[in-house]
T-cell receptor, first 114, second 112 residues
Framework: ETGVTQSPTHLIKTRGQQVTLRCSSQSGHNTVSWYQQALGQGPQFIFQYYREEENGRGNFPPRFSGLQFPNYSSELNVNALELDDSALYLC?????????????FGPGTRLTVT | GENVEQHPSTLSVQEGDSAVIKCTYSDSASNYFPWYKQELGKGPQLIIDIRSNVGEKKDQRIAVTLNKTAKHFSLHITETQPEDSAVYFCAASYGNFNKFYFGSGTKLNVKP
């Protein structure tokens, strides 16, 4: 069974640029969630995708957007990057939607905005 | 929305001692409470979870207790080992999708 993978591992961008982060779900999982983890803090929920549809969103502006593909892999896109977007971005997959259950996290993508 | 508070922020114990981390939540609708361990440079790893219809769950040296009335839950690690050193996060969730509300984390240091 393959775990959750994310790419790239690290990324450095300039303020105002756009970035795309990628995630491959654990085998058999059809639900993907994205979290932002600032240094020294707990992860903050960005949004979730279930069967290619957004299925819930946290308090993040519209410049944070996502996609889920038929193979359940996912992308997180952030436009007009700001310095405060510097964080670890985590992807988590779970086997079903419809009730809270186990989420398995990937290793994350460390984004630095300068 | 839900608010999860976690204490202490740092915890230092001697190898072999027990460690306890406590969390409180605000929304009585929360019904799923996972605990994660995060090592440096890695993503959070699920170590144990509990649902609101259960008061206690144990897995080898790790146990979680839940008090729904008081809206708090705790992680207990017995016979700590140096490899238990990490940051531990509690979380709470409810509703129809997997939106987790995380605590601010506890850095556990187990001294050999």
């Amino acid at each position: 069974e393959t775990g959750v993978t994310q790419s790239p591992t690290h990324l450095i961008k300039t303020r105002g640029q756009q970035v795309t982060l990628r995630c491959s779900s654990q085998s058999g999982h059809n639900t993907v969630s994205w979290y932002q983890q600032a240094l020294g803090q707990g992860p903050q929920f960005i949004f979730q995708y279930y069967r290619e549809e957004e299925n819930g969103r946290g308090n993040f502006p519209p410049r944070f957007s996502g996609l889920q593909f038929p193979n359940y892999s996912s992308e997180l896109n952030v436009n007009a990057l700001e310095l405060d977007d510097s964080a670890l971005y985590l992807c988590a997959s779970s086997p079903t939607s419809g009730r809270p259950n186990e989420q398995y996290f990937g290793p994350g993508t460390r984004l630095t905005v300068t | 929305g839900e608010n999860v508070e976690q204490h202490p922020s740092t915890l230092s114990v001697q190898e072999g001692d027990s460690a306890v981390i406590k969390c409180t939540y605000s929304d009585s609708a929360s019904n799923y409470f996972p605990w994660y361990k995060q090592e440096l440079g890695k993503g959070p790893q699920l170590i144990i979870d509990i649902r609101s219809n259960v008061g206690e769950k144990k897995d080898q040296r790790i146990a979680v207790t839940l008090n729904k009335t008081a809206k708090h839950f705790s992680l207990h690690i017995t016979e700590t080992q140096p490899e238990d050193s990490a940051v531990y996060f509690c979380a709470a969730s409810y509703g129809n999708f997997n939106k987790f509300y995380f605590g601010s984390g506890t850095k556990l240091n187990v001294k050999p």
